[in-house]
């Protein structure tokens, strides 16, 4: 088992950036893929960015260009730096490991 925290989310707005971080308790050098999802009320829960264990990493359309994902196997953390945001990113980020995830931190792009 392991635990997933978030951390990084806030209130910023449009065309700024954030950096989140998602800690893991153990080694997430087990976990081929970590990825980031987000959800919005009402809506379900989407894939926004995931990454392999050799670094190779796939976005949803909506943010290509836009957001990077990238992990630290050494320091058991993922990040997704989030460039020219936009009111439309505005959700609660969750951290994914295998059938693991973190509590979420709230984004919210508002002016």
């Known amino acids: 088992q392991v635990q997933l925290v978030e951390s990084g989310g806030g209130l910023v707005q449009p065309g700024g950036s954030l950096r989140l971080s998602c800690a893991a308790s153990?080694?997430?050098?087990?976990?081929?893929?970590m990825g980031w999802y987000r959800q919005v009320p009402g809506k379900e829960r989407e894939l926004v960015a995931r990454?392999?264990?050799?670094?190779?990493?796939n976005y949803a359309d909506s943010v290509k260009g836009r957001f990077t994902i990238s992990r630290d196997n050494a320091k058991n953390t993922v990040y997704l730096q989030m460039n020219s945001l936009k009111p439309e990113d505005t959700a609660v980020y969750y951290c994914?490991?295998?059938?693991?995830w973190g509590q979420g931190t709230q984004v919210t792009v508002s002016s």
């Open positions: 994914n490991a295998g059938n693991f």
């Open positions: 153990r080694s997430i050098f087990r976990y081929d893929v």
């Open positions: 990454i392999t264990s050799d670094g190779s990493a």
